[in-house]
T-cell receptor, first 113, second 113 residues
Framework: GNSVTQMEGPVTLSEEAFLTINCTYTATGYPSLFWYVQYPGEGLQLLLK???ADDKGSNKGFEATYRKETTSFHLEKGSVQVSDSAVYFCALSVTGNNRKLIWGLGTSLAVNP | EAGVTQFPSHSVIEKGQTVTLRCDPI?????LYWYRRVMGKEIKFLLHFVKESKQDESGMPNNRFLAERTGGTYSTLKVQPAELEDSGVYFC???????????FGPGTRLTVT
C-alpha cells in the first residue's frame, strides 16, 4: 500500500540554523510528493511539490528533492527564521487514485530567536 | 477570491449527540475532499466528491458518518451519533481538477466528551 514515514518531532532550532526533516515513502505506481505547512491558527498550505524522480521542489527557501532510489523527499532549509515555526507534513498522491493525499504524522518545528 | 471556509471552527458535543460540519470550497472547484486528523495520528482521507457525486468514500470510518454535497457547491459532514473516538480536526480541501493543487480550509476541531 501507500504510506509516508516522517521524522518525528518536535524539532527545536535556533534562528539561522540548518533544517532537515526526513520523509520516506512507499507507493504503488508513480507518486507525486508534497510538503504542506500549517502555521499556528491557520489551515494547511502547500509549501512545495515534485511530480517525478529527481525533480526539486522549492519555495520560501525550502527545498526537497524527489529521490526514487531512496524513496525519500527530505525537506531542507539553509537558515531558518522564527516565522518558520509551524507543523510540516509530508504527503503523496498517486495518479488514478482520485489524487487523495496520503500523509505523514507531521513534524512540529519551533525556531527560537 | 475567497479560500476554502469551514464552519464551525470548533465544536464540543457530548457522546451520542449529532454534529454537522460544513465546508464551502473555492468557487468553481469541482473536487472536494474531506480529511481528518485524530490527535497523535496522521491526517487520513475520508472521501472525495466531484461536483455532487461521491467518487471515493473508502476512508469513511463507519455508517455514523454521512457526507453530502447537494448541488455540487458546499458540503456537509454529519456525525450521528458521535462517539469519543470521533474527536479530531476535520479538514476540507478543494481543487479545480485532479491535476491541480488542493486548497485547504482551516479545519473544524471536534471534541466529543
Amino acid at each position: 500500500g501507500n504510506s509516508v514515514t516522517q521524522m518525528e518531532g518536535p524539532v527545536t532550532l535556533s534562528e539561522e540554523a540548518f533544517l532537515t526533516i526526513n520523509c520516506t515513502y512507499t507507493a504503488t505506481g508513480y507518486p507525486s510528493l508534497f510538503w504542506y505547512v500549517q502555521y499556528p491558527g491557520e489551515g494547511l498550505q502547500l509549501l512545495l511539490k515534485a511530480t517525478k524522480a529527481d525533480d526539486k521542489g522549492s519555495n520560501k527557501g525550502f527545498e526537497a528533492t524527489y529521490r526514487k532510489e531512496t524513496t525519500s523527499f527530505h525537506l531542507e532549509k539553509g537558515s531558518v527564521q522564527v516565522s518558520d515555526s509551524a507543523v510540516y507534513f509530508c504527503a503523496l498522491s498517486v495518479t488514478g487514485n482520485n489524487r487523495k493525499l496520503i500523509w505523514g504524522l507531521g513534524t512540529s518545528l519551533a525556531v527560537n530567536p | 477570491e475567497a479560500g476554502v471556509t469551514q464552519f464551525p471552527s470548533h465544536s464540543v458535543i457530548e457522546k451520542g449527540q449529532t454534529v454537522t460540519l460544513r465546508c464551502d470550497p473555492i468557487s468553481g472547484h469541482d473536487n472536494l475532499y474531506w480529511y481528518r486528523r485524530v490527535m497523535g495520528k496522521e491526517i487520513k482521507f475520508l472521501l472525495h466528491f466531484v461536483k455532487e457525486s461521491k467518487q471515493d468514500e473508502s476512508g469513511m470510518p463507519n455508517n455514523r458518518f454521512l457526507a453530502e454535497r447537494t448541488g455540487g457547491t458546499y458540503s456537509t459532514l454529519k456525525v450521528q451519533p458521535a462517539e469519543l473516538e470521533d474527536s479530531g480536526v476535520y479538514f476540507c480541501a478543494s481543487s479545480l481538477d485532479l491535476s491541480y493543487e488542493q486548497y485547504f480550509g482551516p479545519g473544524t476541531r471536534l471534541t466529543v466528551t
